[in-house]
């Protein structure tokens, strides 16, 4: 059985704002194993990041608390660590890339310095050991000429270069988990063929465990091993990859992959892309009770709507009874499931 690495329940993160409380992620389960790689996946605003920032403790307060849940890291409540604590963990233990490496680099310090800096607080190196370390670093993500760059800033720096830049800057002191929050948005097609490569590269060498954050579901397809689909602030369906492409439970999955063009169909039928019509909800304020997707769904039961007494349900085999075996799958919101395709 695969050793537990990291387990999140019950999470809880609101931002507490003058128009209102923002439930932002509003009770999320999930868990990643060592060496796994867990692709988390779902729209803009449906609370990806803020999962991340939560289980790093970035969360800005004020506005924004941790008001309930567990988060378990190799068996130590990462929520009841003192801060002192919880910086030791973070960057060393667990490292994140964060979204845009433009805003996420100091513009002011070469990369070199700022690589290092992570280097010579958790490793305790002295300057130019931390600084030789930082040129091999760059050397283990492909940087070109490593060397010139560690004395380059941020804008000498194409988006591809600062986008391995900040995953050195995350490896540097050989994490066991690395978040990865949407590391290839911006980046033209074949850089991020090439971040991808580099990343399950690096999976294999260091053994670590990748968290990957991504509204791209072919991102999905070519990394990850397990994925979770998150909508309106919770997990609405996690299954392995292949049993979720082969055949997607929840109606919002469904809408998703139908929402990815297909070059294979492309030749023979001429068909224009499915959309999933609304917006996601807002979370702010009251919020109605059962499935969050009710209002976009085409499978929804006008007359009732979803009930709220079916928050979740497990589906595995009959050797999985904790619902978290091999064929387990989870769908949340939904009180029967609708055949995939089919109205």
Known sequence: MAERLLDVKGLKTYFFTDEGVVRAVDGVD???NKGETLGVVGESGSGKSVT???????IPTPPGRIVEGTITYSGKSLLDLPPAKMRKIRGKEISMIFQEPMTSLNPVFTVGEQIAEAIRLHEGLGRRDAMDKTVEMLKIVHMANAERRVKEYPHQLS???RQRVMIAMALSCSPNLL????????????IQAQILELLNELKAKLGMAILLITHDMGVIAETAQRVDVMYGAQVVEEAAVTELFKEPLHPYTQGLLRSIP??????????KLEAIPGTVP???????????FAPRCPFVMQDSGWPSSLPQ???GDSNSRSGRGR???IIRGCSSTPTPGRP
């Open 313 to 315: 349900r497990w589906l």
């Open 327 to 329: 064929s387990a799958r």
């Open 30 to 32: 999930l868990y990643i």
């Open 159 to 161: 988006g591809g270069m």
């Open 282 to 292: 807002t979370l702010r304020g009251d919020i109605k009770p059962g499935c969050r």
């Open 179 to 190: 978040i990865a929050d949407e590391p290839t948005t911006a980046l033209d097609v074949t």
């Open 52 to 58: 991340a920032l939560s289980i790093m403790r970035l």
């Open 262 to 271: 297909r070059i294979d169909l492309a030749a023979t039928k001429k068909q």
